[in-house]
């Protein structure tokens, strides 16, 4: 175990009037002056062994002290211990036979009965078990939208999306078995111009949720954009995170807005980091210009943003990280890596009042990676520019977040 570290990070704010707590499509809400403690109790090397590697995705906690993550390069869902600490298990998802499911780009686990399998290329979900027994399978090319919803330049076509980029990006789908129903993010078809198209899409639905508890799946439409993303100045990137909070009840957290929202319950709050400064890259659909996939691309790894949302069930809390932006080389040439980010822990009680943030030091964890546990919040340490990390090694730090003063 790693000597103990502890930061004490004092938070002092201004709670909001009743009279500026609602804007015209959420609210912000009550800010509390608190302190958070932040100690590294532990300190956890799971070792690895020869062919097997920590290339794993969508990391989600299993019933018993273990976790289980996606390979997508090698198509097996990894499972490892917390208690053991090693390695577990494998599921070798197949690419051809009875059983097949190909190209899997992301998945979710509910239990040792329900894994939820996706394939972006092939829009099919995929519902098995931790012995590789098919339950279902889902042809989601099936759905298009409805007619009111269709134009000239909207078709109907859809795709659900749901996929990630190891050190980069997570697009995660959820289960929510209060309801029986899967949320996904939808990337809805259009003939329109680059700018125009962004426009366009946030007019557009951007959540289907899929109800499998029938013996036909039906598929609802929601649309639940922050209102500023319907103005002409708008960000570059549709995308944004899908989580699970209270009584699995599924969120949308905006990367390029502080908001986060409620699906079920339609509620909407603003959730700003003290560290905000507003730099993300906006473009101006009046001038009706053209910009590659290197400008999204770069938008994405230098603009600041909300890049996960976790909710911790032992400590009845959320957690919003913030990425800070990351600095332009004078040159334009030198694009610095996501995982160089500092980012913010936001500390939030279970009705989203702001409690407090901490700054955690960019090149050490993978924000994308946290799992809560009883003894406290495991995050990742397999960040690429963790020069003391050990390759041999799938490494975590738990970390125990106390607030002081409730």
């Known amino acids: ?21 609602f804007t015209s499509n959420g609210k912000y809400n009550n800010v509390k002056s608190t302190a958070i403690k932040l100690e590294i109790v532990n300190d956890i090397k799971i070792p690895l062994r020869g062919d097997y590697q920590y290339n794993n995705s969508f ?103 749901s996929v990630s980029k190891n050190n980069y990006f997570e697009f995660p789908f959820v289960f929510s078995p209060n309801h ?65 909070g209270e009584n699995s009840q599924p969120i949308v957290n905006y990367i390029y807005s502080s908001a986060t929202y409620s699906i079920e319950s339609k509620e909407q709050v603003f959730i700003p980091s003290n560290n905000a400064e507003d730099n993300i890259t906006l473009f101006d659909v009046s001038k009706y210009k053209s910009y590659s996939d290197e400008d999204e691309l770069n938008g994405i790894i230098h603009d600041e943003g909300y890049f996960n949302l976790v909710y911790d069930p032992f400590r009845k809390l959320y957690y919003k990280i913030f990425k800070h932006a990351l600095s332009r080389s004078d040159d334009g040439l030198k694009r610095p890596h996501i995982m160089q980010s500092e980012f913010s822990i936001i500390v939030m009680d279970e009705s989203y009042n702001y409690l407090g943030e901490l700054k955690l030091p960019g090149s050490k964890y993978n924000f994308l990676h946290i799992i809560p546990l009883v003894e406290g919040v495991a995050i990742s340490k397999e960040n690429p520019f963790n020069m003391a990390n050990e390759e041999e090694y799938y490494e975590f730090d738990i970390l125990k977040i106390t607030l002081l003063n409730q």
């Open 180 to 244: 029986n129903k899967l949320y996904f993010q939808l990337s809805i078809h259009n003939n329109i111009p680059k700018y125009k198209r962004l426009q366009s899409i946030y007019n557009l639905p951007n959540i289907g949720v899929l109800d499998i508890s029938g013996e036909n799946v039906t598929i609802e439409y929601k649309k639940n954009w922050p209102e500023s993303f319907s103005s002409n100045i708008i960000p570059n990137n549709p995308y944004n995170i899908l989580a699970k």
């Open 1 to 21: 175990m790693k000597n103990l570290v502890f930061l004490l990070i004092t938070i002092f704010s201004i709670s909001c009037s009743e009279e500026n707590n």
């Open 59 to 161: 990391l989600q906690k299993t019933e018993s002290s273990s976790f289980v993550g996606l390979d997508v390069d090698f198509q097996t869902l990894n499972f490892y211990s917390f208690d053991s600490l090693e390695f577990s298990k494998k599921i070798e998802l197949k690419e051809e036979g009875p059983t097949a499911t190909p190209d899997i780009s992301s998945s979710y686990y509910h239990n040792s009965d329900s894994i939820f399998l996706f394939s972006l290329t092939n829009q099919f979900l995929f519902l098995i078990d931790e012995n590789y027994e098919m339950i279902n399978k889902y042809n989601l090319r099936n759905f298009t939208l409805p007619e009111s919803m269709k134009s000239e330049n909207i078709p109907g076509e859809i795709s659900f999306f």
